[in-house]
Nanobody
Framework: QVQLVESGGGLVQAGGSLRLSCAAS????????MGWFRQAPGKEREFVGG????????YYGDSVKGRFTISRDNAKNTVYLQMNSLKPEDTAVYYC????????????????WGQGTQVTVSS
């Protein structure tokens, strides 16, 4: 069955960095667009960054541009989210998601989701 497993979350001070990973299995990874989202308590799920199916196109949410970088390794069926210059407002549960069609910044467009990993940024 399809599985997306995030890891790498934790507690970090403002200005610090974290790298999240998402290991995928159960589907043809290279044929899926992938995305990272986050959700803070009481807020809607927010788009962080994503890839086209080929991985040649990447795009980011406005709040993380210039600080976060996404990458994917099709040989390892894994996507990464490198987060630098973290701010307290980046505190959220971070999710990776997979979509069988083209890229999208809309959470409802994604077919599969991981369980999420908590990122907490202290001031």
């Amino acid at each position: 069955q399809v599985q997306l497993v995030e890891s790498g979350g934790g507690l970090v001070q403002a200005g610090g960095s974290l790298r999240l990973s998402c290991a995928a299995s159960g589907f043809t990874f290279s044929s899926y667009a992938m995305g990272w989202f986050r959700q803070a308590p009481g807020k809607e799920r927010e788009f962080v960054g994503g890839f086209s199916r080929s991985g040649s196109i990447t795009y980011y949410g406005d709040s993380v541009k210039g600080r976060f970088t996404i990458s994917r390794d099709n040989a390892k069926n894994t996507v990464y989210l490198q987060m630098n210059s973290l701010k307290p407002e980046d505190t959220a549960v971070y999710y990776c998601a997979a979509r069988s069609r083209g890229q999208s910044a809309t959470a409802k467009a994604y077919d599969y989701w991981g369980q999420g990993t908590q990122v907490t940024v202290s001031s």
